[in-house]
C-alpha cells in the first residue's frame, strides 16, 4: 500500500515548465552591448585627462628624485656635485666637480627626456651659469647660486593640458608647482605657480 507521501500531487506538475533552451536572445545581446558603449563613452575622456596627469606627476617625481639624489650625493663624497640640464641635448647630467685641476669631473648620473612620460619645454636658470652646484657641507646651493629659484625645469603633458614646473630652492629643496599659464587644466595636489 502506498503512503501518503507518495499519492500527495507535485506542486510543480500544473504550472508550466522552463524552456530547455538556455541563453540569451539577441535582443538581450544588443541591449547589453548598447549599455556598454554608452558607459565607455562617458568613461574615456575622464580615462584620458587621468592619463596625463599620472604622465605629467610621474615625470616630474623622477626629476625631483633626481635632483634630490645629486643633492645627497654631494654630502656622501663631500665633494661639490654639479647639474646642468639642456634641452637641446635633452637631458640632466649630475657630476662630481674635480676637486684639483689636474683631474676631471666624474659624470654621476644622467636622466634623459626621452624616459620622462611628459614633454620638457623648457629650462631656465637664475644664477650663475647653465648649471647649479650642491656645496658638500649641508647639501645646500652653493653660495653664488643662491637666487629665488636656481633653476626651473618645465614639464607639459602631450595634449598640453596638464603643466608643472620642477624648481630647486636655494637651500636644496625641490618645489613643484602647477602652471596654469601654459596649460588649460590646474594638476590637483599642486599649488599654482605665481
Known sequence: ???????????????????????????????????????????????????????????????SAFLSSAQTEAIKRNQEVAITCTVDAGQCEARALAKDEDDADESLRTLEFSNLKADVIGIKYDGAGEQVVFDPVRGMLRQDYIVTSPIEVQLSSAQGEYALNVTMLPTGRVSMCSDGERASKVVPGYNVCG
Open 1 to 63: 500500500m502506498p503512503t501518503t507521501a507518495q499519492t500527495r500531487k507535485d506542486p510543480q506538475k500544473g504550472k508550466k515548465e522552463f524552456s530547455k533552451n538556455k541563453g540569451f536572445t539577441l535582443i538581450e545581446l544588443l541591449i547589453v552591448v548598447a549599455v556598454i558603449a554608452i558607459i565607455t563613452s562617458l568613461a574615456l575622456p575622464s580615462y584620458r585627462s587621468l592619463i596625463e596627469k599620472r604622465q605629467v606627476t610621474s615625470s616630474a617625481d623622477q626629476l
